[in-house]
């Protein structure tokens, strides 16, 4: 739909528009204003999320959705349903109202192997009466079927499939969905109606970040993409819906009726053309990922290829979907009541097993926080065995109703982590037992608490070996200080022997000692030893993330390096200043102060500290040679000339440091107005040199 031609014109048409914006001025009138703004933005859609290539900046992208969102707020009677501000919906969504498709949605049948295919293909033959036919392939994507409906160009209603004649009308929801045109220009075509299916899924990457997130929180993750995609679609609150970053692919066209006086185009005689348009119309569908192939055997061929790719792709499928290509053939050989007989699933190996559940054990994490994990009878999964599988929670086993001796359905689809789908109530024989979380610590067997609103039960005895070991292993992580060849297995060996008490204590290995167990060659312990030194530059935010302080991830760690001078700055920091960093709650705020008013923290930095490791931010201490080396300095009261943290940039600019207090470690207090208590402090040290605004920028310009 948008040519070169069409392209550069928009994006020409966008600069125009920021321009405009900037002198605060419309286009021509106020209709061609809205219409250019509409245009732009639906095109930059396009490029954002059907083709993953955006051709302007999102704050320009911005920018002109609030000009746009502004104008038809002044302007309530020009607002039109294809607007893409009506994509953000106001309000929840009462009730899902049962709607009937325009044609039921039929389901698929299976095969699982080449003969399944040749099987298929030589019924399909033997009824069409051909020596061949042709057939187009494409994914079969493992998410939630939709169905849309677009009138006079209008998207007017997505439904869910619900039980496949009647689904529920979630066109608020689908909306949210950036991939999914709100109208399309099916009318060149001379098409009135349209009813077309597809799948919305959730990609890999994101279904990953929102249950990192999630873990976090200690909320247990959801299960697979599936699962997320059709919870998504159905969520009351459609703003929730579209931060879940949805996308639609978009493969079947159930209905269409055409203009009056208009005759089918030539693109709608095949499904593979039918792919091509909806491509053309701007949705998003597997147009490129099809293959359209003569025979069978090319079929096959194509699909086990394909299956080799399988985890490459960023979403996930679980087969292929061979299609008739032809839409007269596909009506001869019709449907029977259950599927039609023109198309067939080749469905790729199970990523599904069962299982029998024989115990659970419960493992102490670095954070003290209790983990029920589940042994069961290994099991080959895509290619992996698995026996442990984390429960996360005790919720979890309530809620899913495991039982010691169940059978159990397990899932591990591509790189997520295996979870048990459920428990297979229907096969119990009375012999199942309970599962019964402890009340005590299993490692040091201290009583376990749970605040009321947290679902993880802890271990609060910083102690405990178990912990004490956890911390270890995250310390030398890739992630935090990532020596390498350290690895989990070595803490716990020589944990185990006495040779490693705490961190600090893996800068003072005996490496005789070592030298002398089974298993370390002489190459092996120096590379042991070399990592161990060249660990000891890490960058700041490397130790302060390996440290393990609660609710501290990598990019908290980032921004407390990037705040400090030294580790041990963060000893003075009242949870205030904590607070003022960007992006730091009460919550994290909290828990590093905590962290940093335990002695025996202290004394653990004290100690690193003594055995060489980096605890200053060396990216400051470049600018270290300035004229106020090694000075201190506080501002209060409020400056004029200066922006408060523009003064501050300014004396760490020029080797100096910002102290969070009066104290005698200070050498100078910069006044501004209204100075409260701080001058009062500051005035009762006498080593303290008071000064006013231009006093210091004196100074700073000398
Ligand atoms: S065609 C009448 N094509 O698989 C045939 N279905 O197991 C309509 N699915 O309900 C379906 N990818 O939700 C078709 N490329 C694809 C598909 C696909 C996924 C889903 C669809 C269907 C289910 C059947």
Same mark, same amino acid.
């Given at each position: 739909?948008?040519?070169?031609?069409?392209?550069?014109a928009?994006?020409?048409?966008a600069?125009?528009?920021?321009?405009?914006?900037?002198?605060q001025?419309?286009l021509?009138?106020?209709?061609?204003?809205?219409?250019?703004?509409?245009?732009?933005?639906?095109?930059n859609?396009w490029?954002?999320?059907?083709?993953? &290539?955006?051709?302007?900046?999102?704050?320009?992208?911005?920018?002109?959705?609030?000009?746009?969102?502004?104008?038809?707020?002044e302007h309530p009677?020009?607002?039109?349903?294809?607007?893409p501000?009506?994509?953000?919906?106001?309000?929840l969504?009462?009730?899902?109202?049962?709607?009937?498709?325009?044609?039921?949605?039929?389901?698929?049948?299976?095969s699982?192997n080449a003969d399944d295919?040749?099987d298929w293909?030589r019924?399909a033959?033997?009824?069409?009466?051909?020596?061949?036919?042709?057939?187009?392939?494409?994914?079969k994507?493992?998410?939630?079927?939709?169905?849309?409906?677009?009138?006079d160009?209008?998207l007017?209603?997505g439904?869910?499939?619900?039980?496949g004649v009647?689904?529920?009308?979630?066109?608020?929801?689908?909306?949210?969905?950036r991939s999914?045109?709100?109208?399309?220009?099916?009318?060149k075509?001379?098409?009135h109606?349209?009813?077309?299916?597809?799948e919305?899924?959730?990609n890999?990457?994101?279904?990953?970040?929102?249950?990192?997130k999630?873990i976090?929180?200690?909320?247990?993750p959801?299960?697979?993409?599936?699962?997320?995609?059709?919870?998504?679609?159905?969520?009351?609150?459609?703003?929730?819906?579209a931060?879940?970053?949805l996308?639609?692919?978009?493969?079947?066209?159930?209905y269409?009726n055409?203009?009056?006086?208009k005759?089918?185009?030539?693109?709608?005689?095949?499904?593979?053309?039918?792919l091509?348009?909806l491509s053309?119309l701007?949705?998003?569908?597997?147009?490129? &990922?099809k293959?359209?192939?003569k025979g069978?055997?090319?079929v096959?061929?194509?699909?086990?290829?394909f299956?080799t &790719?399988?985890?490459n792709?960023p979403?996930?499928?679980?087969g292929?979907?061979?299609?008739?290509?032809?839409?007269d053939?596909?009506d001869?050989?019709?449907?029977?009541?259950?599927?039609?007989?023109w198309?067939?699933?080749?469905?790729?190996?199970?990523?599904?097993?069962?299982?029998?559940?024989?115990s659970?054990?419960f493992?102490?994490?670095?954070?003290?926080?209790?983990?029920?994990?589940?042994?069961?009878?290994?099991?080959?999964?895509?290619g992996?065995?698995?026996?442990?599988?984390?429960l996360?929670?005790?919720e979890?086993i309530k809620?899913?109703?495991?039982k010691?001796?169940?059978?159990?359905?397990?899932?591990r689809?591509?790189?997520?982590?295996?979870?048990?789908?459920k428990?297979?109530?229907?096969?119990?024989?009375?012999?199942?037992?309970e599962?019964?979380?402890?009340?005590?610590?299993?490692?040091?067997?201290?009583?376990l608490?749970?605040?009321?609103?947290?679902?993880v039960?802890?271990?609060?005895?910083?102690?405990?070996?178990?912990?004490?070991?956890?911390?270890?292993?995250?310390?030398?992580s890739?992630d935090?200080?990532?020596?390498k060849?350290f690895?989990?297995?070595?803490?716990?060996?020589?944990?185990s022997?006495?040779l490693?008490?705490?961190?600090p204590?893996?800068y003072?290995?005996?490496?005789?000692?070592?030298?002398?167990?089974?298993?370390?060659?002489?190459?092996?312990?120096t590379n042991?030893?070399?990592?161990?030194?060249q660990?000891?530059?890490?960058?700041?935010?490397?130790?302060?993330f390996?440290?393990?302080?609660?609710?501290v991830?990598e990019?908290?760690?980032?921004?407390?390096?990037?705040a400090?001078?030294?580790?041990?700055?963060?000893?003075?920091?009242t949870?205030?200043?904590?607070?003022?960093?960007?992006d730091?709650g009460p919550k994290v705020?909290g828990?590093?102060?905590l962290?940093?008013?335990?002695?025996d923290?202290?004394?653990?930095?004290n100690?690193?500290?003594a055995?060489?490791?980096s605890?200053?931010?060396t990216?400051?201490?470049?600018?270290?040679?300035?004229n106020?080396n090694?000075?201190?300095?506080l501002?209060?009261g409020?400056?004029h000339?200066?922006?408060?943290?523009?003064?501050?940039?300014?004396?760490?600019?020029?080797g100096?440091?910002?102290m969070?207090?009066?104290?005698?470690k200070?050498?100078y207090?910069?006044?501004?107005?209204?100075?409260?208590?701080?001058l009062?402090?500051?005035?009762?040290?006498n080593?303290?040199?008071i000064?006013?605004?231009?006093?210091f920028l004196?100074m700073?310009?000398?």
């Open positions: 739909m948008y040519t070169k031609e069409i392209e550069i928009l994006a020409q048409l600069k125009q528009l920021l321009s405009h914006l900037q002198q001025q419309l021509q009138s106020i209709d061609e204003t809205l219409d250019a703004l509409r245009r732009v933005i639906s095109y859609d490029r954002y999320y059907v083709e993953s &290539e955006p051709v302007i900046s999102d704050y320009e992208y911005d920018q002109l959705f609030a000009w746009l969102k502004k104008l038809e707020q009677d020009l607002v039109t349903s294809d607007s501000t009506q994509r953000v919906a106001q309000g969504t009462k009730e899902f109202v049962t709607v009937p498709h325009l044609v039921p949605m039929l389901s698929l049948e299976n699982y295919l040749l293909d019924k033959r033997e009824s069409a009466g051909l020596a061949e036919i042709e057939y187009c392939i494409e994914p994507f493992d998410g939630a079927s939709i169905s849309l409906i677009y009138e160009d209008r007017t209603r439904a869910t499939r619900g039980d009647a689904g529920e009308d979630i066109t608020t929801n689908i909306k949210q969905i999914i045109p709100l109208s399309a220009s099916f009318s075509y001379g098409i109606q349209i009813e077309i299916r597809g919305v899924l959730i890999k990457n994101t279904f990953k970040a929102f249950n990192d999630r976090a929180d200690n909320l247990p959801l299960a697979n993409p599936r699962n997320a995609a059709s919870g998504s679609l159905r969520m009351v609150d459609p703003n929730e819906v931060k879940r970053g996308e639609a692919f978009l493969y079947h066209m159930s269409h055409m203009n009056p006086g005759t089918e185009p030539d693109v709608l005689k095949t499904h593979s053309g039918t091509e348009l053309t701007g949705f998003r569908s597997p147009a490129r &990922e293959k359209v192939v069978i055997q090319n096959i061929d194509y699909v086990l290829k299956e &790719e399988r985890d792709l979403y996930e499928i679980d292929m979907v061979i299609k008739v290509n032809d839409y053939l596909q001869r050989l019709g449907m029977t009541t259950h599927h039609p007989r198309a067939i699933a080749y469905k790729f190996k199970a990523r599904q097993a069962t299982s029998k559940l024989r659970v054990e493992q102490v994490g670095r954070t003290g926080s209790i983990t029920p994990v589940a042994k069961i009878d290994p099991v080959p999964i895509g992996v065995t698995v026996g442990s599988i984390s996360f929670n005790e979890v809620e899913k109703d495991l010691l001796g169940d059978t159990v359905l397990v899932e689809a591509g790189d997520v982590i295996p979870y048990i789908v428990s297979v109530a229907d096969l119990r024989d009375g012999s199942e037992q599962i019964i979380f402890p009340v005590r610590c299993p490692v040091c067997h201290d009583k608490v749970k605040p009321e609103t947290e679902s039960w802890r271990c609060t005895n910083i102690n405990c070996e178990a912990q004490v070991v956890e911390r270890m292993i995250h310390f030398v890739k935090a200080m990532d020596i060849s690895g989990e297995s070595n803490v716990r060996k020589f944990f022997l006495g490693l008490k705490d961190i204590g893996i003072e290995l005996d490496f005789e000692k070592i030298g002398a167990l089974e298993g370390f060659g002489k190459k092996s312990l042991l030893q070399s990592a161990i030194e660990s000891k530059t890490q960058p700041l935010h490397r130790l302060i390996g440290l393990g302080i609660r609710y991830g990019t908290t760690a980032k921004t407390l390096a990037n400090v001078n030294h580790i041990m700055d963060l000893q003075n920091w949870e205030e200043q904590i607070l003022a960093l960007e730091i705020a828990s590093i102060r962290f940093f008013a335990n002695n923290n202290i004394q653990m930095l100690r690193l500290a055995l060489g490791i605890m200053t931010n990216k400051k201490e470049t600018h270290a040679s300035g106020l090694g000075q201190t300095f501002f209060t409020t400056l000339k200066l922006k408060r943290s523009e003064a501050e940039e300014m004396v760490e600019q020029e100096g440091k910002i969070s207090g009066v104290s005698s200070l050498n207090l910069v006044v501004g107005d209204d100075a409260g208590s701080k009062e402090k500051a005035k009762k040290i080593t303290i040199k000064l006013s605004e231009d006093d004196a700073i310009n000398k």
